[in-house]
């Protein structure tokens, strides 16, 4: 049963380019969520998602940043024109929404802005 | 704003001692939490958690103890390995839809000398 898959692992682009990052949940989960983790931090969260639907984008910038998580394929965290600042490890994490919280985390994409 | 936080950023102990690591949080209204181990490169792996109603749970060579009154958190692990070596974060959550809301601590960095 494979784990929750990330790619690509390692993204480097220049600023004011656009960064995408997929995440594919694990086997039977529905819920997606997206957190960030800057160095010697703990993650931040930044959006929940179901099949097709935003539940929670709280934590998500007002701009350049989405989230989507279409009814087929993986879940696409989207920056636009990034800046150094986005420069971090974005985790995907899901779950099976049933009741059973534990989130299972993947690897990350570490994004470094040129 | 109320988050999580631990108390010492870095623990160092010989292995097959028996490790504590300590959290506190603020706040009131969460009633989960989790402990979760980062290795370098990696994503957070799910240790065990703890809902509100519980003051204590073991799983293997690990306990949590969750003390309510004064809001604390901690994480036992028993004859600690090199394998253990690792940042350690705590989290909570305020449970319903939001369990996969979490607030991640700081971290605790465990380093296991043989």
């Known amino acids: 049963n494979a784990g929750v898959m990330q790619n690509p692992r390692h993204l480097v682009r220049r600023r004011g380019q656009e960064a995408r990052l997929r995440c594919s949940p694990m086997?039977?989960?529905?819920?997606v969520y997206w957190y960030r983790q800057l160095p010697e931090e703990g993650l931040k969260f930044m959006v929940y998602?179901?099949?097709?639907?935003?539940?929670?984008e709280s934590g998500m910038p007002k701009e350049r940043f989405s989230a989507e998580f279409p009814k087929e394929g993986p879940s696409i965290l989207r920056i636009q024109q990034v800046v150094r600042g986005d420069s971090a490890a974005y985790f995907c994490?899901?779950?099976?929404?049933?009741?059973?919280?534990?989130?299972?985390f993947g690897s990350g994409t570490q994004l470094s802005v040129l | 704003g109320e988050s999580v936080g631990l108390h010492l950023p870095t623990l160092s102990v010989q292995e097959g001692d028996n490790s504590i690591i300590n959290c506190a949080y603020s706040?009131?209204?969460?009633?989960?939490f989790i402990w979760y181990k980062q290795e370098s490169g990696k994503g957070p792996q799910f240790i065990i958690d703890?809902?509100?109603?519980?003051d204590k749970r073991q799983g293997q060579r690990v306990t949590v103890l969750l003390n309510k009154t004064v809001k604390h958190l901690s994480l036992q692990i028993a004859a600690t390995q090199p394998g253990d070596s690792a940042v350690y974060f705590c989290?909570?959550?305020?449970?319903?839809?939001?369990?996969?809301?979490?607030?991640f601590g700081q971290g605790t960095i465990l380093t296991v000398h043989p």
């Open positions: 994490a899901s779950s099976t929404g049933t009741g059973d919280e534990k989130l299972f």
């Open positions: 086997k039977g989960h529905s819920h």
């Open positions: 998602l179901q099949k097709e639907n935003i539940i929670d």
């Open positions: 706040n009131s209204a969460s009633d989960y």
């Open positions: 703890i809902r509100s109603n519980m």
């Open positions: 989290a909570e959550a305020i449970g319903g839809t939001s369990y996969g809301k979490l607030t």
